[in-house]
């Protein structure tokens, strides 16, 4: 058996203030930065060692990886970031307030931009340039659907993360909402048509016990 700890990071400025978010940078409130320790203290309750931590290029998944790991007195571990593992980018939506948008444009098209698996948000009108990106010949999206954020998300579960599960390493990752229902979806096997229902909270980790062929044996909230 092997263990993997799913885990949003804490609330970001932009969740305090109800604004649609994605591939920009917000830091955690001084709420979220107590989340993040107070997961960390549930996941050490757990007496699980970890191999590796998996996080992203942003700093509000960054910031809660690495107090989980000061809390789970793991710092040591290897820590490894990519851009795949980003929040999925909310297009046009960025930056703008939840609830204006949704008396704006209705509550059937808002919950389709926001939680459907293939409904495309706005787009921007052009692409940004952040140089963590551009160095590394990434474009970053003018705008994403959940099923576009999993398709970039699975090649990293693929070459990174399951390899090392099956290897009996056990798992780490610290990410955002969008990308833990996306390896939600996949590790349970959830359709499409309901992934909408599938909510996942600021600092609370989801605790997989996994067999050798990587199926759920168990799953615990902490």
Do not use: C
């Amino acid at each position: 058996m092997v263990f993997l700890t799913l885990m949003r990071h804490g609330e970001s400025l932009a969740n305090a203030n109800n604004v649609f978010t994605g591939w920009n940078d917000v830091p955690l409130t001084t709420a979220g930065i107590g989340q993040a320790h107070a997961a960390g203290q549930k996941i050490r309750a757990t007496g699980i060692r970890f191999s590796d931590v998996h996080t992203s290029f942003l700093i509000r998944a960054i910031d809660t990886a690495n107090i989980v790991l000061d809390e789970i007195e793991q710092a040591y571990i290897m820590e490894h970031k990519s851009w795949r593992l980003n929040e999925r980018h909310y297009g046009a939506l960025r930056g703008q307030n939840k609830q204006a948008v949704k008396q704006r444009v209705g509550v059937e098209r808002f919950n389709q931009w926001r939680r459907s698996f293939n409904t495309v948000p706005p787009l921007l009108s052009a692409h940004d340039h952040d140089e963590r990106y551009t160095s590394i010949g990434v474009t970053e999206p003018l705008g994403e659907s959940l099923r576009m954020a999993y398709d970039r998300i699975m090649p990293y579960w693929v070459d990174s993360i399951a390899p090392r599960l099956l290897d009996h390493h056990n798992q780490l990752v610290v990410a955002h909402g969008s990308t833990i229902r996306a390896l939600i979806k996949y590790l349970e096997r959830i359709d499409d048509d309901v992934i909408d229902q599938v909510e996942v909270p600021n600092g609370a980790p989801i605790q997989y016990q996994l067999d050798a062929q990587l199926r759920i044996v168990d799953k615990i909230t902490l």
